[in-house]
């Protein structure tokens, strides 16, 4: 009898043609958060096996199989050659103590002298007159026992199912670039993206000195959740300092989150271009803060040319990105109290409704290009 771990995917299955497509990415990933445990993953008519592994290492396979998007569900199941009394001591096994209980049966192997409702009412009466302290409910059970007999002459038997990620297989939707502070959204708004099969890259902008190195490593904490999730991140961190500098020097202060946020985009794009992302994304909420009125959304918009700007959390209220913060591990590293460039040279009253002409005076003000270029030469990449 041997513990195997059964893959249901979610979306995939509704792929049509490019289904082996979705299929050969869905089957790397698994293998990429597998890496380093003993494993095989089979493919078996719309599912996948994961086999031949260490058993202690169990609950490690099935909570990294859970940072997987495109599985819907999981379950650990008792293997065994298709024989009534084996399938009877796997039933037996993952049998609960006590309880109230129906045996399902699914029969893909037609040859096997007992059809799916033989076999679940032969193996539900060997199970009660085993153990008086269940009994059998068919409309309400408290737990099921699931019986799978396969065409290859194995059977599956098991009761849990743990819930799996959703989503598609990153991997199958292109890549963008997340703009990364060390706040709640933003993770948040990269989780998302991810799910739906994108992998993200992250650019951060930092003000050293004024903001802080732990400011720094707590964004490099946050891209780590989210690399367990979209397999592999790529940081790209760039200085905004003088940008800050010149802003404040020079322009009016209620201006600087407006102006500074055109430079975000503005080198975001480029950057974006250099490594072959087709969009940005942000972790704007509308009307969440002063900077996400739909002008200030316009005001950062009109200076990107080329590729779109992604808000998945557009419409979500904060307690509600709060929530998947929480679920995804980010929230305790969010909260940590390091300042963002953004709260750096922060006016008492930045402008919520930032008017086209204003922008224009103001950031005509200032060498655009040459801080850009300046910006962009203080790039670090990280692989996390
Ligand atoms: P977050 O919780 O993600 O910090 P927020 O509610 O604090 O968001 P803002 O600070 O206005 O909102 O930032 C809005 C978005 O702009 C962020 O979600 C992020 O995508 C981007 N952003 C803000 N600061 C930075 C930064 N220092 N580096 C990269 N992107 C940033
Ligand atoms: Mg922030």
Redesign the pocket.
């Known amino acids: 009898m041997e513990k195997v771990i059964i893959i249901r995917y979610s979306e995939i299955h509704l792929k049509g043609k490019n289904r082996g497509y979705f299929e050969r990415v869905f089957t790397i990933n698994i293998e990429k958060a597998l890496k380093g445990l003993k494993h095989e993953v089979h493919r078996q008519s719309g599912r996948y096996l994961v086999e031949n592994f260490d058993e202690s290492k169990t609950d490690e396979i099935v909570s990294r199989l859970e940072k997987v998007f495109g599985i819907h569900s999981m379950s650990v199941a008792l293997k065994v050659e298709t024989r009534m009394d084996l399938i009877f001591s796997a039933a037996e096994q993952v049998c609960s103590e006590k309880g109230t209980f129906k045996v399902e049966t699914h029969r893909a192997d037609k040859k096997f002298e007992f059809n799916s409702m033989q076999i679940s009412a032969e193996i539900g009466g060997r199970l009660l007159a085993a153990n008086k302290e269940i009994k059998v409910d068919v409309h309400n059970p408290q737990f099921i026992i699931n019986i799978d007999v396969r065409e290859n002459g194995t059977t599956l038997v098991f009761n849990t199912f743990f819930k799996g990620a959703g989503g598609m297989p990153v991997g199958t939707s292109g890549k963008g670039l997340?703009?990364?502070?060390?706040?709640?959204?933003?993770p948040v708004?990269g989780y998302m993206i991810a799910k739906r099969g994108m992998n993200i890259e992250c650019?951060?902008?930092?003000s050293y000195p004024y903001t802080n190195m732990q400011a720094r490593d707590k964004v490099i904490e946050l891209v780590k959740i989210l690399s367990e999730y979209a397999g592999g991140v790529k940081l790209h961190i760039v200085s905004v300092t003088h940008i800050q500098e010149e802003i404040h020097k020079n322009c009016n202060a209620e201006y600087m989150v407006t102006l500074l946020?055109r430079f975000?985009m503005r080198i975001s794009e480029t950057v974006a271009v250099k490594c072959g992302a087709q969009c940005l994304i942000?972790?704007?909420?509308l009307g969440?803060?002063a900077?996400?009125t739909i002008e200030g959304i316009n005001s950062s918009d009109s200076v990107v040319g080329n590729l779109p700007v992604l808000r998945p959390l557009c419409g979500f209220d904060k307690d509600e990105i709060i929530e998947r913060s929480k679920m995804i591990g980010a929230f305790g590293i969010?909260i940590q109290p390091y300042e963002?460039?953004?709260t750096v040279f922060l006016p008492k009253h930045p402008v919520t409704k930032p008017q086209m002409k204003v922008i224009l005076e103001e950031e005509s003000k200032l060498n655009v290009e040459a801080l850009m270029d300046e910006a962009l030469a203080s790039e670090q990449i990280l692989n996390l």
Do not use: Y
């Not at 650019?203 to 930092?206: K, T």
């Open positions: 997340l703009l990364v502070s060390g706040g709640i959204d933003s708004a650019i951060h902008f930092h946020r975000m942000t972790g704007e909420s969440q803060v900077s996400q969010s963002d460039c953004c």
